[in-house]
């Protein structure tokens, strides 16, 4: 059964660092596109990275310098490095996949439970 789970949330301050995981089973990871995603109270899902099958990456404008995307494939795993973060960053990040990468919700056909994200002094 397909299965993502995501990890690493939790509380930074601001300019501080987090790595976020997803954990991919019931399929192999390297045959599909992964991207992130996050949703802060009140707002659209938004689109933030994503990976192609063949490691071509794509940021949002929003997090373009901060953020990095990045896949083991020999862990099954897609990480979300995030620096340099913004109180505006607070959000649950949700990691999907599916057949192609976008910045846009439509490919993805599985997606993780989530994690929260909350960047505050």
């Known amino acids: 059964q397909e299965h993502l789970v995501e990890s690493g949330g939790g509380l930074v301050q601001p300019g501080g660092s987090l790595r976020l995981s997803c954990a991919v089973s019931?399929?192999?990871?390297?045959?599909?596109?992964v991207g992130w995603f996050r949703q802060a109270p009140g707002k659209e899902r938004e689109g933030l990275a994503c990976?192609?099958?063949?490691?071509?990456?794509y940021y949002a404008d929003s997090v373009k310098g901060r953020f990095t995307i990045s896949r083991d494939n020999a862990k099954d795993t897609v990480y979300l490095q995030m620096n340099s973060l913004k109180p505006e960053d607070t959000a649950v990040y949700y990691c999907?996949?599916?057949?192609?990468?976008?910045?846009?919700?439509?490919?993805?056909?599985?997606w993780g439970q989530g994690t929260q994200v909350t960047v505050s002094s």
């Open positions: 999907a996949t599916g057949p192609y990468a976008s910045l846009l919700r439509h490919p993805y056909m599985y």
């Open positions: 019931g399929f192999t990871s390297d045959y599909y596109a």
């Open positions: 990976i192609t099958r063949d490691d071509r990456t």
